[in-house]
Nanobody, 124 residues
Framework: QVQLVESGGGLVQAGGSLRLSCVYS????????MAWFRQAPGKERECVAA????????YYADSIKGRFTISRDNAKNTVYLQMNSLKPEDTAVYYC?????????????????WGQGTQVTVSS
């Protein structure tokens, strides 16, 4: 079992920044790849960014490329999502997720564990 706890969401004006954190515990082999997904009302859950164990392989959705940065600190069992130049369309619930798979995937069905989500609201 893996437990994921997100924090750092909130309300911010357009152009502002937030940093999301996700602390994981449990079977670390099930956190080889970690990702951030988001889901806005009426929309499907989409993969925003993902990172492998070493941090040497990352993925970013086109919609956030150049604005968001994913990173992880395995010594602290934490994965981060630094979000800069936020836009109203970034408003969503952001979820941290993990998988024991060795390769990054953008499909939510291939992830094993999920956090409870943290709300990010960007006002115009």
């Amino acid at each position: 079992q893996v437990q994921l706890v997100e924090s750092g969401g909130g309300l911010v004006q357009a152009g502002g920044s937030l940093r999301l954190s996700c602390v994981y515990s449990g079977r670390t082999f099930s956190t080889y790849v970690m990702a951030w997904f988001r889901q806005a009302p009426g929309k499907e859950r989409e993969c925003v960014a993902a990172i492998n164990w070493t941090g040497g392989n990352t993925y970013y959705a086109d919609s956030i490329k150049g604005r968001f940065t994913i990173s992880r600190d395995n010594a602290k069992n934490t994965v981060y999502l630094q979000m800069n130049s936020l836009k109203p369309e970034d408003t969503a619930v952001y979820y941290c997720t993990s998988t024991r798979r060795l390769s990054i995937s953008t499909s939510p069905t291939l992830y094993d564990y999920w956090g409870q989500g943290t709300q990010v609201t960007v006002s115009s």
